[in-house]
């Protein structure tokens, strides 16, 4: 299990820009794992939106987001980012991120999970 929170989160008017934080309290190499950032609203369901490989050389996107969002991590700062930029309302929701032992796009593939940040965008 590895310890995360995020940070960043917070109320922004469509177009804005957010940067969200996930940072590790993990004793193992925060390079050995993969990263997630995950999304829910409302009643909706748990949506992939990032993810990033260990080393951070492989990212992959959700349709959603492909184009506005970029993820990126700093291992030395076992930290994890989510740059959000040309924010829309339907971008409201709980963002979650969340580590695992190979990189993909379900919440499956990762095991531990952060509490989650705020992110309201106003039209």
Do not use: H
């Not at 993810?51 to 076992?78: P, Q």
């Not at 989510?82 to 339907?90: D, G, H, I, N, R």
Request: glycine share 14%; hydrophobic share 30%.
């Amino acid at each position: 299990q590895v310890q995360l929170v995020e940070s960043g989160g917070g109320l922004v008017q469509a177009g804005g820009s957010l940067r969200l934080s996930c940072a590790s309290a993990s004793g193992r190499t925060f390079s050995s794992y993969a990263m997630g950032w995950f999304r829910q609203a409302p009643g909706k369901e748990r949506e992939f939106v990032a993810a990033i490989s260990g080393s951070g050389s492989s990212t992959y996107y959700g349709d959603s987001v492909k184009g506005r969002f970029t993820v990126s991590r700093d291992n030395a700062k076992k930290t994890v980012y989510l740059q959000m930029s040309s924010l829309k309302p339907e971008d409201t929701a709980i963002y979650y991120c969340a580590a695992g032992r190979v990189v993909g796009r379900s919440s499956k593939d990762f095991g531990s999970w952060g509490p989650g940040t705020q992110v309201t965008v106003s039209s």
